[in-house]
T-cell receptor, first 111, second 114 residues
């Protein structure tokens, strides 16, 4: 499985866009990029995933670079409730079906 | 909405006890997973199952076993609990179909072994 690298922590002002980067330089052509977040003492929550095209849903946007070696999760208007640990995961589409979590980015949204 | 339910939010067990953690999902998902989460180590995969009675070891299976007798239920068993198994345990499920299926997590069970 490809490994991911994320900053340990980030701050963002409430109401501003939060841009969370992720490097996955060893990603293969058939591996999907997933984003989850975990609010304190809860289970991880699915946010979004993509293969090579940019994706948007009601929670966030996912921008994947053309070479697929990095991606950015964008929360367009961060609120205090978005304070959480955000995990970027690269998942192989066959074989073991594993989701390999790293240590994530701790995002703090400031009032 | 997909619901993954873990039987307990908090558990306290004694060293040497046999411990059962239960997980039930209501969306007919083929895949189910057990993770443990520890500070500084992130989520680590213990076991996963891709069908009834089918299981595969994850990255840290030692000291654990699993049971999947019905599609909706996946149990994690600590044969003889030890203090180093004190942790947050998270169950998840997903559809089959390879990499394009998201996993849904339960709320977690915080297990303390004394």
């Amino acid at each position: 499985d490809a490994k991911t690298t994320q900053p340990t922590s980030m701050d963002c002002a409430e109401g501003r866009a939060a841009n969370l980067p992720c490097n996955h330089s060893t990603i293969s052509g058939n591996e999907y990029v997933y984003w989850y977040r975990q609010i304190h003492s809860q289970g991880p929550q699915y946010i979004i995933h993509g293969l090579k095209n940019n994706e948007t849903n009601e929670m966030a946007s996912l921008i994947i670079t053309e070479d697929r070696k990095s991606s950015t999760l964008i929360l367009p208007h961060a609120t205090l409730r978005d304070t959480a640990v955000y995990y970027c995961i690269v998942r192989v589409p066959s074989g073991t079906y594993k989701y390999i979590f790293g240590t994530g980015t701790r995002l703090k949204v400031l009032a | 909405d997909v619901k993954v339910t873990q039987s307990s939010r908090y558990l306290v067990k004694r060293t040497g006890e046999k411990v059962f953690l239960e997980c039930v999902q209501d969306m007919d998902h083929e895949n189910m997973f057990w993770y443990r989460q520890d500070p500084g180590l992130g989520l680590r995969l213990i076991y996963f199952s891709y069908d009834v009675k089918m299981k595969e070891k994850g990255d840290i299976p030692e000291g654990y076993s699993v049971s999947r007798e019905k599609k909706e239920r996946f149990s994690l068993i600590l044969e003889s609990a030890s203090t180093n198994q004190t942790s947050m345990y998270l169950c998840a499920s997903s559809l089959a179909g390879g990499g394009n299926t998201e996993a849904f997590f339960g709320q977690g069970t915080r297990l303390t072994v004394v």
